[in-house]
């Protein structure tokens, strides 16, 4: 999507494709980090207390993101 045609969106169109992302970009990130305690745990990486702290921000953005936006589609 080009700039011009983002413009052309109706607000509320704009809003939900970005609140989509955001969603998407928090389950991301708490993907990766049950990817990496996984690795800790497997001995991969060096375990320094990590995968429980992983799994901590992991649960705190997926609610979070949960608690803030919400299922698109689901009012």
Known sequence: ????????????????????ALRRAAE????HAEILAKEMEGGSLLDRGGPDA???FAAVV????????????HA
């Open 54 to 56: 992983l799994r901590l």
């Open 62 to 73: 997926r609610t979070t993101n949960r608690d803030a936006f919400g299922e698109v589609g």
């Open 1 to 20: 999507m080009r700039p011009a045609d983002w413009n052309c969106l109706s607000e509320d169109v704009q809003l939900t494709l970005s609140r989509e």
């Open 28 to 31: 991301t990130l708490a993907d």
